[in-house]
T-cell receptor, first 112, second 112 residues
Framework: SQQGEEDPQALSIQEGENATMNCSYK?????LQWYRQNSGRGLVHLILIRSNEREKHSGRLRVTLDTSKKSSSLLITASRAADTASYFC????????????FGSGTRLLVRP | DGGITQSPKYLFRKEGQNVTLSCEQNLNHDAMYWYRQDPGQGLRLIYYSQIVNDFQKGDIAEGYSVSREKKESFPLTVTSAQKNPTAFYLC???????????FGPGTRLTVL
């Protein structure tokens, strides 16, 4: 079952611009995590935000969480060509025994 | 990818054959997970194990089997009962203190 749904499905921007990806989910969560996947590779953990947090930063990444709207956003500032990848949100629901449920991802292309 | 290894990187199987995918970790994490990823899709949970000698079915366990005899190892067998096994398979561990999941590099299975 898909819990998180990312929007947009694909995003193409110029190097230096900001990229914003959104994630919506359906049930109450313990935390929400964002991952990056380069083509044909494993997933790399970017950031985890807990249900009692509203915003977190890590380098050029900023994640927000709105539990009332059941949504999260990932902002990548000053994008680089190396940021080209697929980005997934994953939710850890309160009744899921630490199982992550992934969305279908946003494919980001950063043009040099 | 950290301390998680998956082998082989590519695997080809004839219809009717069982194959076993290896996942080994040296992170000393108790929980381990197997996910399946189809092209352009997010990850779906096959099986997970919170502790040695214990495992539970995920959302798409039919046609798969696992064992967890050692903390370091969580092999996945794709049986002939799995109707459409061609996919990218990802193993993960969870760090209890942070709830973060870490992923291996994946195994791409193709049925000929």
């Amino acid at each position: 079952s898909q819990q998180g749904e990312e929007d947009p499905q694909a995003l193409s921007i110029q190097e230096g611009e900001n990229a914003t990806m959104n994630c919506s989910y359906k049930t109450s969560i313990n935390n929400l995590q964002w991952y990056r996947q380069n083509s044909g590779r494993g997933l790399v953990h970017l950031i985890l935000i807990r249900s009692n947090e509203r915003e977190k930063h890590s380098g050029r990444l900023r994640v927000t969480l709105d539990t009332s709207k059941k949504s999260s956003s990932l902002l990548i500032t000053a994008s680089r060509a190396a940021d080209t990848a697929s980005y997934f949100c994953a939710t850890d629901s309160v009744d899921s025994s630490y199982k992550l449920i992934f969305g279908s991802g946003t494919r980001l292309l950063v043009r040099p | 990818d950290g301390g998680i290894t998956q082998s082989p990187k590519y695997l080809f199987r004839k219809e009717g054959q069982n194959v076993t995918l290896s996942c080994e970790q040296n992170l000393n994490h108790d929980a381990m997970y197997w996910y399946r990823q189809d092209p352009g899709q997010g990850l779906r949970l096959i099986y997970y194990s919170q502790i040695v000698n214990d495992f539970q079915k995920g959302d798409i366990a039919e046609g798969y089997s696992v064992s967890r005899e050692k903390k370091e190892s969580f092999p996945l067998t794709v049986t002939s009962a799995q109707k459409n096994p061609t996919a990218f398979y990802l193993c993960a561990t969870r760090q209890t203190s942070t709830d973060t999941q870490y992923f291996g590099p994946g195994t791409r299975l193709t049925v000929l």
